[in-house]
């Protein structure tokens, strides 16, 4: 099993608030919480160093460390330094949650901008990509906010997410409004310069609740789907790896209507899929293919005293993992490391309405964790072809999450316990998985054109 944590916005179901107190938190009690952070990391992650060296590390630490006020700091930028710390120390799993309880009234009497975008032109240009303003077009240039200019501001949004760049741009777009609230760049009324357009629009943003509705229009989706997009092409859109038994259950029922209606091409979107249980990917691909694969060719486990509460303390680890290895994993010495390898590879047994046609898989950066197992899977065995972008994180990457709560601010950070080998088994090998056929095009409507 392999676990991947969105930070989404959908959390928030609580009554709105009017108080706009802006919570602090003493700047004793912040550095306190950091080091205990940067200390759960170091003994828990197999490698929290495996992207920047310890010395630059600490260096960068003493430099946020010294913005702080002597004696209390706002709690907002308490977790933006926080963010900016983990996120040095992840290869996109590990991380800092920025949902503190405490601040959850000051985000919903927010104003937020009313778009989000990515950056493009190697980083020198900001491009809309939705919108909830009719003055803000999708594809616009945005040149700055309040004077300010908009690749400064992205820039320091993206600093607050781990991982290789593709994943920090494709995860910054999704929450940009709400990684803004942490940032000191700019603050409400927002006076936006539009490349091309003369003076600026300015707007008092969009509260809350509009915000949640505009960025959940895009995130709320189902696990998994199947739709006829034409006369005889079929699209699986498989969103995440959760519930084991009603994926099964979705298959059986999806394939026996491939078959009943004649179905002879097949489309697998996993482009939005963040990961899960890997398990279910060995079940959709026993549907389209006799051969023989792993996903993983194994899985280095960090023994800590701090994992060995944190499993213990969730029965759900004993059971998939097994009570032979959670025995091994506590009687281990701390520090030291657990091999598992995995050189066989999984034969697929063929179910009933096995489809033998042709199929592709949709990629791109939002292809993560249990997903990027399926990809890299598919990739290295020849399962199948991918179409779209590479996926969001490399072939041998971290994983296995587990939570922890700060004393002092009570936010969570998720630390990654293990890490795992790509499916070639080479464990130096640092890149993601690329498409078979690369596109910045729309990929559903390429491989529409392309599998017919």
Same mark, same amino acid.
């Given at each position: ?13 609580? +009554? ?30 197999? +490698? ?7 010395? =630059? ?51 919903? @009497? ?13 980083? =020198?240009?900001?491009?809309?990509? $939705?919108? @909830? ?29 781990? #991982? ?6 494709? /995860?910054?777009? $999704? ?44 995130? $709320? ?20 790896? =959760? ?7 979705? *298959? ?13 091409? *097949?489309?697998?979107?996993? $482009? %939005?899929?963040?990961? #899960?249980?890997?398990? *279910? ?51 281990? %010495? ?22 033998? =046609? ?5 990629? #791109? ?25 590479? /996926? ?22 998720? &630390? ?7 499916? +070639? ?7 993601? &998985? ?10 559903? *409507? ?7």
């Amino acid at each position: 099993m392999k676990s991947f944590i969105l930070m989404l916005i959908l959390f928030f179901t609580v +009554n709105s608030v009017s108080s706009q107190n802006q919570p602090y938190i003493s700047t004793e009690k912040a550095i306190a919480d950091i080091e205990y952070m940067i200390h759960t990391i170091e003994e828990v992650h197999y +490698n929290p160093y495996f992207s920047i060296k310890n010395a =630059q590390f600490k260096k960068n630490k003493e430099a946020l460390l010294s913005e702080f006020e002597p004696d209390s700091i706002l709690l907002k930028k308490f977790v933006a330094t926080g963010m900016k710390l983990a996120a040095q120390l992840s290869g996109g799993h590990t991380a800092m949650d920025w949902k503190n309880p405490s601040i959850i009234p000051e985000i919903k @009497a927010s104003q937020y901008i009313p778009f989000t975008g990515q950056l493009t032109d190697n980083n =020198q240009q900001f491009i809309v990509i $939705r919108s @909830a303003s009719s003055e803000i077009l999708k594809g616009a240039v945005i040149e700055s906010i309040n004077g300010v200019s908009m690749v400064e501001i992205y820039k320091e949004c993206m600093s607050y997410i781990g #991982g290789i760049e593709s994943f920090k741009n494709s /995860t910054c777009e $999704r929450l940009l409004p709400i990684y803004l609230f942490y940032t000191e760049k700019i603050s409400t009324p927002f006076s936006i310069k539009i490349s091309g357009v003369d003076g600026t629009f300015n707007t008092p943003g969009i509260d809350f609740e509009g915000l949640q509705e505009f960025l959940n229009g895009k995130q $709320r989706k189902e696990n998994y789907t199947f739709q006829i997009i034409k006369k005889d092409v079929g699209l699986i859109s498989y969103n995440s790896c =959760q519930d084991y038994s009603g994926f099964k259950k979705f *298959l059986k029922q999806t394939f026996k209507e491939i078959e009943d209606k004649n179905i002879t091409k *097949l489309i697998i979107d996993i $482009r %939005e899929n963040g990961g #899960g249980d890997s398990g *279910l990917n060995d079940l959709l691909l026993a549907y389209i293919t006799e051969t023989s694969y792993r996903q993983s060719s194994g899985r280095f486990w960090k023994v800590s005293e701090e994992a060995k509460a944190a499993y213990q303390a969730n029965p759900l680890y004993e059971k998939n993992l097994g009570q032979d290895f959670m025995k091994e994993y506590v009687e281990s %010495e701390n520090q030291s490391i657990i091999e598992n390898v995995q050189e066989e590879l999984i034969k697929p047994q063929k179910p009933k309405n096995y489809f033998n =046609q042709k199929t592709c898989f949709l990629i #791109g950066p939002n292809t993560f964790s249990s997903a990027n197992f399926l990809a890299d899977a598919v990739k290295t065995y020849n399962l199948s072809t991918l179409i779209g972008l590479a /996926t969001g994180e490399y072939t041998n990457d971290f994983g296995e999450l587990l939570e922890f709560t700060l004393p002092n601010s009570g936010n969570s950070i998720f &630390v990654s316990s293990a890490y795992d080998i790509g499916a +070639n088994g080479n464990p130096n090998l640092f890149e993601p &998985v690329y498409p078979d056929i690369q596109t910045t095009e729309d990929a559903l *409507l390429y491989a529409l054109d392309w599998i017919k």
